[in-house]
């Protein structure tokens, strides 16, 4: 057994973990399948052990099984054919459903708009019908790009539109039962159980490392990026949740302790996980523009602060990264 397959993935703290396990609600997923989804799925079921499915309700676009890390099988819902399952009862909801950025240019942009809704008021109507007690519904820095007609990425700003809109609707739904809701602006993750390698950077470029390299990069222009790991994003939300506070609604931008351009990023992947430099490939850079999606890291420090928190540096995202990464290449 090798280095990388003695390495753990993701948990709650202990701490959370008691939190979860005396509270007493269930716990709706939607969105089960996808990263933020899995990634949620594998921490509470390490949290609840045996009592797992008697405690998580998992939601997806189809009805399918969905085999985890430790071999537990979930049976994962419908959403069409969710709401029985989800009314009624005392929940705390990890929203996670949406057609993310990616899916844009696959359907006109009426259609796009037209499905997202469809699923905002499917699960509004389970927040104001229900008894939803707490709501994590992750939001995304493609908001700047909608508010401030910025042309670095166009599909960002049909996205970011649209996540504005799940803002300002399920702030009202929340607020109409008195329901707790966290909405973090994510922008750039880190962690395992990412599900497309080729889109993202940091993943990609870990790929291009386990191979062996060179790590090819395509930017002629400055790129900078700053990382967040996926369970540290999942632990705040829940532990705000399941405190008592006097507020019932928080946002905050996802953003690292470090900004880190995208050639300087690719080196650093490779000391961390090969301990050695790798040959870069990379247009020269010409562009005079700057591709700056970045957050502002001050709203999660303090409710880090707040919370006695302290998240992972980048070295160590990226080390955990490529341990899930390893892991699928050599499956």
């Known amino acids: ?9 993701v948990s709650f703290t202990p701490r959370t973990v008691r939190k979860l396990i005396g509270c007493g609600y269930n716990i709706v997923v ?37 085999t985890l890390s430790s071999g537990v099988q979930v049976q994962v819902i419908a959403m069409e054919a969710a709401r029985h399952a989800v009314v009624g009862q005392s929940a705390i909801l990890f929203h996670y459903a949406f057609l993310t950025k990616d899916k844009v240019p696959n359907h006109s942009i009426e259609d796009y708009c037209v499905l997202n809704r469809k699923i905002s008021r499917t699960v509004r109507s389970w927040i104001e019908e229900g008894r939803i007690r707490g709501v994590m519904m992750p939001s995304s820095g493609a908001i700047y790009d909608y508010l401030n007609g910025d042309r670095r990425d166009p599909h960002a700003v049909t996205y970011g539109r649209l996540k504005l809109e799940d803002e300002k609707s399920f702030a009202e739904s929340c607020r109409s039962v008195a329901s707790c809701l966290a ?39 400055v790129v900078l990026r700053s990382y967040v790991y996926v369970g540290d994003v999942v632990e705040i939300c ?13 946002n905050f931008d996802t953003a690292g302790l470090e900004i880190v351009e995208v050639g300087e990023l690719a080196r650093r992947i490779a000391i961390v996980l090969s301990g050695k430099a790798l040959e870069v490939e990379r247009p020269a850079i010409t562009e005079l523009r700057v591709d700056r999606y970045v957050g502002n890291s001050a709203g999660l420090l303090a409710l880090c602060g707040v919370l006695g928190y302290q998240f992972i540096d980048l ?17």
């Open 1 to 9: 057994m090798n280095r990388w397959s003695m390495q753990p993935l």
């Open 30 to 66: 939607t969105g089960a399948t996808g990263w933020l989804g899995r990634t949620t799925l594998e921490m509470l079921a390490a949290a609840f052990g045996s009592e797992f499915s008697n405690r998580v309700i998992a939601i997806g676009s189809h009805e399918q099984v969905l």
């Open 183 to 221: 909405m973090p602006r994510v922008f750039n993750l880190s962690g395992p159980y990412i599900n497309k390698f080729e889109t993202y950077a940091l993943s990609s470029i870990v790929v291009d490392v386990f191979r062996g390299g060179p790590i090819r990069l395509w930017a002629d222009h």
């Open 238 to 250: 829940t532990r705000w949740l399941l405190q008592e506070k006097d507020q019932l609604e928080i």
């Open 315 to 331: 070295d160590d995202q990226i080390r955990r990264t490529g341990i899930y990464i390893k892991r699928c290449l050599e499956s």
